[in-house]
DNA sequence: GCAAAAGTGTTCTATGTACACCCATGA
DNA sequence: TCATGGGTGTACATAGAACACTTTTGC
């Protein structure tokens, strides 16, 4: 055990919406989306057979962010729309073992490319509100990063990360309606994307519902999805 | 020079308000104080002879904060009223000779604790808009930091950390006027602050100024400074 | 034609902003 | 009494919330 220099690494809290089952009228569901995120079984100890992020060293010649994305990279598999340094977690005795200093970062994904995604014995799925006791002071890390979420949902365009190319503003305010938990208005929902130009009509239609077919939309690429400030790109 | 394992260090953006000059009525002043921001002079290689940032190394057994805060009062024998962890820095090159990630902290001094504040050979208090070329990326992280405080001045309460236990509004306002760069209206201000109850009104009221004598205001303590969330204390 | 989602219009309220104006004190 | 900052009142502009209403499709 060494008192002198603390271990430094890099973890990842990973989110992706994933569709709720067919709705029947009468059921409890309030949204049409729910937040998940990918764990890994630790196979040693401590916290053996706990789940944890996933995480590991930074390499000589990556910066904190790419640790972060191969990270991602190698348990799902994934490369992600959207990547922002959480925070570093350094409390003493956040590790029964040795003192370990963690930066952790946070990533949205598309749920098309969630379901590619890497599943097996070690690495699993859980809904973000419904998690087991995790290893360390991961359990925290999660709530945290999802308080970030929820605020940078609120004054950032980083709702698109979740989607596809070409999305209706339906498909839009049910990602806001998943991550914020609540019913939005779909008339001033409309008219606030819109007046902030961050999307942009496109010609085209979703065929194949049951009712009207809504406009296609995509984002506007001269938008940067969130303002982080004079920050350097890596 | 290891390449396996980076050096973990903590380095702390100290801010303070210091009251400007008299000002003449044909000044070019547009705020009745600027920021500044205590530096320590390099005493080796790399970048020996040039202005850092204060920090150094975590003891084994405090925490990040901890560390931000001893840091703090080793070079100022200052204690802060607000101090919140700004952003991990580790790209590859930014020291020249070994691997360095630094976590970095911003922290708010009020001016009569500034004003007994170490200064010295290696100890010098800096315009913050109007810094030498830094070592390291130190001139990049203080701009993040004044950024990261101009934003939250408009969303927080941390103005407070800035000032004494009783305060006029009219001093409150010329926090923010001094952060922000740009005049308040002081009717429209005063509303504003009054409507959020941060502040209370005491009886008191601040005599020998050469007009009618301002009601003098604490703070409100059932008010955090800032919502960071759910973060843990330290 | 009917149900339901897509999309538009209108009203009400809260909040911010500009600025006129009165108040109280020192010199 | 006058200059000046302290403090109040008011009117206008803008943004958001609530909700009625029209449009367009599948069945």
Redesign the pocket.
């Known amino acids: 055990m060494n008192h002198d220099a603390p271990t430094l690494a890099v973890s990842t809290v990973i989110f992706a919406l994933r569709a709720n089952e067919a709705q029947t009228?009468d059921s409890g569901e309030t949204s049409a989306a729910t937040l998940w995120l990918p764990l890994v079984r630790r196979i040693r100890e401590p916290f053996e057979g706990r789940w944890a992020l996933p995480g590991g060293p930074i390499g000589a010649s990556e910066s904190l962010g790419d640790a972060a994305a191969r990270n991602l990279l190698e348990t799902t598999s994934l490369t992600s729309r959207y990547l922002e340094q959480l925070y570093a977690f350094g409390t003493v005795d956040r590790s029964p073992s040795q003192r370990v200093v963690s930066i952790v970062y946070w990533a949205l994904v598309r749920p098309d490319e969630a379901e590619r995604a890497t599943e097996g014995e070690n690495v699993r799925w859980f809904a973000a509100d419904d998690l087991p006791e995790l290893a360390f002071d991961h359990n925290t890390i999660v709530e945290y990063a999802l308080w970030r979420l929820r605020n940078k949902m609120e004054y950032s365009r980083i709702a698109h990360a979740f989607l596809g190319e070409r999305f209706?503003?339906?498909?839009l305010?049910e990602v806001y309606e998943a991550v914020l938990r609540k019913p939005?208005?779909?008339?001033?929902?409309?008219?606030?994307i819109?007046?902030t130009n961050s999307v942009v009509a496109t010609d085209e239609?979703?065929?194949?519902?049951?009712?009207?077919?809504?406009?296609l939309y995509r984002y506007n690429e001269s938008f940067g999805l969130a303002d982080n400030g004079p920050l350097p790109v890596t």
């Open positions: 009228k209706t503003l339906t498909q305010r939005l208005d779909p008339a001033n929902f409309r008219r606030q819109e007046s239609r979703l065929a194949g519902g049951r009712h009207r077919p809504p406009r």
